[in-house]
């Protein structure tokens, strides 16, 4: 296959090409804008592969995108291009609307043209991959609330059937193109997957998103903030596990389908920085505790409090578990930025220093 990723030096986005680089004979197209959160330097391990091209285009190019298909002419996309961070999209959701909605639909039209002139078989075997977020369902009830306390142990998991709910302008961007996506195949019998996925981490992992960031700032000696309480509760999934999850898909999935991808760890946002902490402890000791650093901040607007994953369908249907657990791979995570902390000092270019982002004055509206 000729697989196009958009998003391809992103974080998840350039594991997914390293993972088909390292352990398949496909060929992949990475398209991608360079923004901050992008990086080549995350690919310099298949970058001289033969089977790998790398095209800097914006999805918002209709033009360019066009280009690209011509000449590449793929197989499938793998569509994981967009504006992901929730603080940012708080403070600036323009660039939200316009990556995930308008990139999302110039991609689809864009792929749906090509798709048009390819002959039966070709037409038949396409797929339109599209990676999306748990985001968009929502928050599920949290044990230390009535309706958690109420249902007992067994807390209910976001499925393929829940409804969507979003919180943020980031969520409501990604289920915005969630449904485009839906539409085209509805409306043009265009070929389309969707998943939807819980917190990725693990190495490149750009340094605004939570375990990064308190990796750097405790080796640094910096404040750990915490949002709240620090009691949210979060899947995690380790992004090698994840990026494997999404090849299965879009090699064996069924058109149409829907696949949600978690890593079965629901943690507290505080207890995952006290492992990182603990961890820390171990491999770089210092004369006091990193946990000492942990301090607590004013929290996120309309954070939601609890995303949870049911992952049966991939079980059942495509035979994907997740390999690591939340301790081997976050101890894999920390040893990989111990060791890369070049990779860190390039990829923070001044243009984001750890700051928190995303706060703003709110009305008081009587809630």
Known sequence: MKILVTGG???????????????????????????????????????????????????????????????????????LAAESHVDRSITGPAE????NIVGTYNLLEAAREYWNTLDV??????????????????????PDEEDGIALGKELPLFTEQTS??????????????????????????FPIIVTNCSNNYGPYHFPEKLIPLIILNALEGKELPIYGKGDQI??????????????????????????????????????????ICNILDELVPKESKYSEQITFVTDRPGHDRRY??????????????????????????IQWYLNNQTWCQNVQDGSYQRERLGEINLPDIGK
């Not at 090698?240 to 760890?265: F, S």
């Not at 994953?309 to 997740?322: A, H």
């Open 9 to 79: 030096a992103g974080f998840i986005g350039s594991a997914v090409v390293r993972h088909i680089i390292e352990n398949t004979q496909d060929l992949v197209i990475n398209l991608d804008k360079l923004t901050y959160a992008g990086n080549l330097e995350s690919l310099g391990e298949v970058s001289t592969s033969k089977r790998y091209s790398f095209e800097q285009v914006d999805i918002c190019s209709r033009a360019e995108l066009d280009r690209v298909f011509k000449i590449h002419k793929p197989d499938a996309v793998m569509h």
């Open 96 to 99: 939200f609307i316009q990556t």
């Open 121 to 142: 078989v070709a037409k038949r075997a396409f797929r339109f991959h599209h990676i999306s977020t748990d985001e968009v369902y929502g928050d599920l009830p949290h």
């Open 164 to 189: 969507y709910a979003p919180s943020s302008p980031y969520s409501a961007s990604k289920a915005s193109s969630d449904h485009l996506v839906r539409a085209w195949l509805r409306t043009y019998c």
């Open 234 to 275: 979060r899947d995690w999934l380790y992004v090698e596990d994840h990026a494997r999850a999404l090849y299965k898909v879009v090699t064996e999935g069924k058109v149409g389908e829907t696949y949600n991808i978690g890593g079965h760890n629901e943690k507290q946002n505080i207890e995952v920085v006290q492992t």
């Open 308 to 333: 949870a994953i049911d992952s049966s369908k991939m079980q059942k249907e495509l035979g994907w578990t997740p390999e690591e657990t939340f301790e081997t791979g976050l101890r894999k995570t």
